[in-house]
Every structure is written in structure tokens, then in C-alpha cells.
């Protein structure tokens, strides 16, 4: 039997704009907060500390806005669920320029304004249907600002994980934007129908070659929560730690993902 084609997941560009504009204020209003203590902790992110990482949602908004200012592309030839896959690729330049722009900003909060103002700039100025080349393709300007969702959701609980106590909150329409491009991932990474990955309640994605099943339980499942998944999916737990600690369940010959994780690191 041929394989199936899947009809690329869509998303609404008005949910999706708030959610980012949702989940950057939560960031802005956590990072007012800090102290130039809590800015020079380390976090898992390297070398980084968190005056880098709070740079680096800086360049969230400023990734788009230097693709604008770029020659639009023919053709969208880009996928969507293939950005994540590409990010690995760009880690070296990313970190460079989160020190370079740490070391220009002195207060990291007026700087994570001017990017926001910029940004609802651009989503006001330019249809969604504008190309940007982005490292995976040429992909819609709407399309690109779901991968914000991600990079803020992401980022957001590296910053938490950093500064104990902080606990900026994850706007829902962000977490499951997030959740779902990073699934959506992982079956363009290892496409199949042998394997079901659950991630209630945003998310469900049928993965990995082998027999396809069509009804009933499948004999491969993967379940786990929204958050446990994304720190799967980006590196930040191991598999056998997630399993370990009962955070994901897996049954079935072909439900062990240690291989296929991370997805976007």
C-alpha cells in the first residue's frame, strides 16, 4: 500500500500573532524583574548566561525583520514542519549573535520593546503571504511566525529552568503552536505510520517506517505531556531520563525514539 500523504497542518494567523505577542509580554514583564544577579546566572544553554538568553528573544522578532528587508523569494518552497530540522545548522551563528547582542544592550528590557514594536510593525506593514528565505525554504511570512511560537515556548522554560523562582507562564495557543510544529517535526524526520506520538491535548502524529495500522489501538504508542515533549524535542531531557521518571510512556517494539530525538537542537 502506498503511503499516505498528509495534508500539511494549518494554523490561524490571528491565534497564532496573539499567542507570540501573548507569550513575548509574559517574557518582557519577567525579564523587568531582574536583577543584574539573576542576569549573569548560567543556564543550560552553554555558555550562555541569562543576559544572553534574554538577548536571544531579541532576535526572535529580529530574524523576521531581517528576512523582509531581504529580496522576496519566487516560490514557497519551503515546509513548515521541516524548520525545526534545520535549526542545528544556524546553533553556531545563533550563539554568536546572542553574545554580540548582549554585549550592545544595556538594558535588556527597552531592547526587548524596541524588538516588539518592530515586530507588530512588520505583521501590520506585510501580508502573510509574503516569502522569507528562511533556512528550511522559502516559507510564508504567517508560516514564520508560528516558529516564533516555538523559539519563545522554548526559550521561555530555559529562562524558568535558569532563575528559580521566575515561573513566566506559557500562553496555551503558544505551548500547543509550539507542541505541534515540534511533532509535526518528527514525522518529517522519520515518516511512517508504525508509531503513534500522543501529546494531549494539542497533538497526535503517526511516525516511523513499518506496518501502518488504520483502526483500533495501535501496536506503538508514545504519550506524553505538552512540556515533556518539547524539552524532548529540543534536546533539554534525554529519553531515557523522560522514561526513567515516568514523565513519557512507550509501548511497543518501535515506540523507543532515543534515536530520532532531538528534533531541534
Given at each position: ?5 498528509k495534508?500539511?497542518r ?18 518582557r514583564?519577567?525579564?523587568?524583574t ?18 544572553e ?7 526572535v ?8 528587508g531581504m529580496p522576496?523569494?519566487?516560490?514557497p ?10 535549526i542545528?545548522?544556524?546553533?553556531p551563528?545563533?550563539a ?7 554585549a ?15 515586530f507588530v ?16 525554504g522559502?516559507?510564508?511570512f504567517?508560516d514564520?511566525?508560528v516558529?516564533?511560537?516555538v ?5 521561555t ?9 521566575l515561573?513566566v507562564?506559557?500562553d496555551r495557543?503558544a505551548?500547543a ?10 514525522a518529517?524526520?522519520a ?6 506520538v ?8 503517526q511516525?516511523v517506517?513499518g ?6 489501538t495501535?501496536p506503538?504508542v508514545v504519550e506524553?505531556d ?15 531520563d ?8 512507550a509501548?511497543?517494539e ?5 534515536a530520532?530525538?532531538?528534533?531541534m537542537?
Open positions: 500500500m502506498p503511503p499516505v500523504r495534508r500539511p494549518s494554523y490561524d494567523p490571528a491565534r497564532t500573532r496573539a499567542a507570540v505577542l501573548a507569550q513575548y509580554g509574559h517574557v514583564a519577567a525579564v523587568a531582574l536583577t543584574p544577579e539573576q542576569l549573569a546566572l548560567p543556564t543550560r544553554l552553554g555558555d550562555w548566561t541569562v543576559r538568553l534574554v538577548a536571544h528573544f531579541g532576535m522578532f529580529a530574524a523576521p525583520h531581517r528576512m523582509l522576496e523569494p519566487s516560490r518552497d519551503g515546509q513548515l514542519a521541516a524548520w525545526p530540522l534545520a542545528a545548522a544556524e546553533a551563528a545563533i554568536d549573535a546572542a553574545h554580540q547582542r548582549a550592545r544592550q544595556p538594558d535588556p528590557g527597552a531592547h526587548l520593546a524596541e524588538m516588539e514594536r518592530q510593525a512588520d505583521l501590520d506593514t506585510y501580508p502573510g503571504s509574503r516569502l522569507l528565505d528562511t533556512g528550511s522559502a516559507l510564508p504567517a514564520y511566525v516558529t516564533r511560537a523559539e519563545l515556548v522554548v526559550h522554560d530555559d529562562l524558568n529552568d535558569a532563575v528559580p523562582g515561573d507562564p506559557l495557543q505551548l503552536a509550539a507542541t505541534r510544529l515540534l511533532a509535526d517535526a518528527l518529517v524526520k515518516p511512517g505510520g508504525s508509531t503513534e500522543r501529546v494531549p491535548p494539542y497533538a497526535v502524529v511516525c517506517e506496518p501502518r495500522h488504520t483502526r483500533g495501535p506503538n506524553t505538552p512540556l515533556t515533549w518539547i524539552r524532548l524535542a529540543t534536546g533539554r531531557v534525554a529519553w531515557t523522560a522514561l526513567a521518571a515516568a514523565a513519557v510512556s509501548s511497543g518501535r515506540a523507543d525514539l532515543a530520532l530525538l532531538p528534533v537542537a
